[in-house]
């Protein structure tokens, strides 16, 4: 049983300016494939919803116009566009080869900046498409020289700097395989990911920076060096100035420096559509991280729709997404590249005490023309009474947001803090398909609380109990017909059970994401939270994000975390677990608040059995919050069997969650 998603907002909070979005790429990209592709309907090339259509219905037409408008360069062509349409399975693009590097770096203007290198103490440096160019060969060429060939796998323990662009465009350039994570992971946690890879070169460095404190990671890259037994070498990017200490039992070192400075010619091997990219890795916090692997031609194809198409991103633009190096927006970031457009890489924390407006100062130095964020970042900034416009925003036409649903409440503050004509864009997607399932484009409108619409070759739908598709009423995300840019593979899983299982066990031939959605009567996209921490009483399934959104405009309400369980005696119970502001205490007035703020903003079944304050919530290491582990913590799981503790922010949050399962469920047994 479901209930109805209320749909308040009748008109749309932002409508497109009609000469931008004619002028729009997306909008060109309309007028091409109705002229080169005969695409039926677009006879208004800013109607994004009969753009969508066609996009669904005639999938290989559409895939083939991607390809076609952004020029891409094959060494050998494909014999059709999709040869089996199935899922998993689907094989795309049969018969071509290609190289990501070489669409990276062909648009890139030789004298202008490719990357822009910045941190949380304001400074920065510049990359040309020329010295980019070099690096990348010299780099490349070092890789080959170390042993790694293609097929072989190069990881990075890096930050979010130039260093690791650098290193993955080589690694690609060579057909090898790539991978990173941050350094705010313990070596065990990193080991834990990349071991199964059994690499040929770790890249490091000495540290990074976050929250005006330099963190010193030389003796953690040492010891994750010694946890990868297949490495032929490490390499030591010296960042943050700490010294490498010398000589030492952990095989060969070589300074990134001698590695970045030859001089070669940049050789680039041609791969097939389907040859390995990269592995991106599950946040792990139920088990062993799951490898994803994905392929150059779909990520080429996806990153240049996404990019090129639904962000309008072109030569002159610059993208600053703040991110790190194991969420999957850093790999959509670095795609900014196939755009001719300037990257903006950012090392440090979002909201340094020092300085918590950097990333609004340097998007203004900057000239930023596409700025993305979550949307903690801007309930953060509503809160602490920050003021962007303060700067020069006047280049910034869409603020870009993803990680978790956007409260409508996000959408004025961005409108008058930031500008009244900036585009709010939110989007929805995942680590798995390293894209979006639902966003927004130039030619779409922007209802508060809501994303726009789904993306461009996504035939998404939301699916009831029974597996019927639904429309205004809350359903499991789906997509019904394969993307270029679904996995490949799981690596280390040679059936591809591991595969099916997690995304098409639930229907068959139909991807299951995990979510929570609606799809309204305008065409727009709700997301509620993740399917598999429903909440649901007396049969009806309630969202998570449903709840957060309206308590986390709370003033007195820094976070939000609301968890349904259900108990060994029958019973249901909902805590909700609050983190205040300074200075605010739980006490009942505040109670009463939130319940009818609840009762208000959502419904009556939405209000939580209790309301319980915590320090802080534990989160995944992208910022997700922990909803599934901590349900089952309630439930009286111990902590080992959950998650895995390196994955997680602050593990010591956990031990809260178990002692207060433990103890409730000793209660129960004790009644019954």
Known sequence: MTTPRPEPYTEPFFTPDPKSAAHSRIADFA???ARHRGAEGLQDPTDYRALYQWSVTDLEGFWAAVWEYFDIDATTEYERVLAEETM?????????????????????QPDAPAITALDETGAGYEITGRELRARVASVAASLRDLGVGQGDRVVGYLPNTPHAVIAFLATASLGAVWSVCGQDYAPKAAADRFAQLEPTVLITADGYLFNDTTHDRRAASLELTAALPTLKATVLVDHVGLAWPEGGDSGLMVPWEDAVTRVEYLAIAPVPFDHPLWVVFSSGTTGLPKGIVHGHGGVLLEHLKTLGLHTDLGTGDRLLWYTTTHWMMWNLVVSTLLTGATTCTYDGSPVPQARP???WELAARHKVTVFGTSPQYLLTMAKLGIEPSVHDLSAIRVVGCTGSALPASAYPWVRDHVGADVQLASTSGGTDIVSGFAGSASTTSVWAGELSAPSLGVALAAYDARGTPVIHQVGELVVTRPMPSMPLYFWNDPDGSRYRDAYFGAYSGVWRHGDWITLTSHGSVIV?????ATLNRNGVRLGSADIHDVVERLPEITEALVIGAEEPDGGYWMPLFVVLADGVALDDSLRVRIRDAIRTGASPRHVPDEILAVRALPHTKTGKKLEVPVKRLLQGASAEQVLN???VDNPDLIAYFARLGAERNKRSAHDT
């Open 31 to 33: 007028r091409w494939a």
């Open 88 to 108: 998993p399975g689907a094989r795309w693009f049969p018969g071509a080869t290609l190289n990501y590097t070489h669409h990276a770096l062909r648009n890139l």
């Open 357 to 359: 407006d950097v990333l």
């Open 528 to 532: 509620h939270g993740r399917s598999d």
């Open 645 to 647: 503790p390196e994955a």
